[in-house]
């Protein structure tokens, strides 16, 4: 069974700084995927950013980017030039077999 | 191009009741997925329908079902209501004839219920 943790319930960030939510998993599997997710208010889940495993190079999407560590097992995303609109739930996601398995999240906040 | 829809975005059922909760997915998606999101925590996977049958289970016992219908649109069920199933219900869309991931998922905004 693969399992996600996340080990920061709570993030603070200044506006315009960069912050870095941190995310470990655990999985026997050698093909997958992992993905960032980020629930604002509205509850609806927006992809963020998206890491295939079998790819070296670390995913950037504009301001967002990870750190992927696959002997680690660890699947950081960086927020840089921090804005208010950040402010959400973020969620790490493994995916295999086209069924995600979610972490417990983080609640980041960003202070003007 | 319209997104996952989900109704009702809220209900409030009394325990030992029965509900359904309902789905259409992005237009040109073919698979429908369910998640239950629990308060404070993150989403977990119910099951997966993919041409009118489930293809996929996650560890819910059989007080839930669902159903998909030939235009992709999608129900869940849960029976015999519990205080512990109030929780967001997500839904998602997606191709299912492609490689996991690759496809990618589009959620809905989801239905709140409460068991009281």
């Known amino acids: 069974a693969q399992t996600v943790t996340q080990s920061q319930p709570e993030m603070s960030v200044q506006e315009a700084e960069t912050v870095t939510l941190s995310c470990t998993y655990d999985?026997?599997?050698?093909?997958?995927?992992l993905f960032w997710y980020k629930q604002p208010p509205s509850r609806q889940m927006i992809l963020v950013i998206r890491?295939?495993?079998?790819?070296?190079q670390n995913a950037t999407e504009n301001r967002f980017s990870v750190n992927f560590q696959k002997a680690a097992k660890s699947f950081s995303l960086k927020i840089s030039d921090s804005q208010l609109g950040d402010a959400a739930m973020y969620f790490c996601?493994?995916?295999?077999?086209?069924?995600?398995?979610f972490g417990g999240g983080t609640r980041l906040m960003v202070k003007p | 191009d319209a997104g996952v829809t989900q109704s009702p975005t809220h209900l409030i059922k009394t325990r030992g009741q029965q509900v359904t909760l309902r789905c259409s997915p992005k237009s040109g998606h073919d698979t429908v997925s369910w998640y239950q999101q629990a308060l404070g925590q993150g989403p977990q996977f119910i099951f997966q329908?993919?041409?009118?049958?489930?293809?996929q289970r996650g560890n819910f016992p059989d007080r839930f079902s669902g159903h998909q219908f030939p235009n992709y649109s999608s129900e869940l069920n849960v029976n015999a209501l519990l205080l512990g199933d109030s929780a967001l219900y997500l839904c998602a869309s997606s191709w299912g004839n492609r490689i996991g991931g690759i496809s990618g998922y589009t959620f809905g905004s989801g239905t709140r219920l409460t068991v009281v």
């Open positions: 999985t026997s599997e050698s093909d997958y995927y």
């Open positions: 890491q295939e495993a079998y790819k070296q």
């Open positions: 996601a493994f995916m295999t077999s086209d069924m995600l398995t």
């Open positions: 329908y993919y041409e009118e049958e489930e293809r």
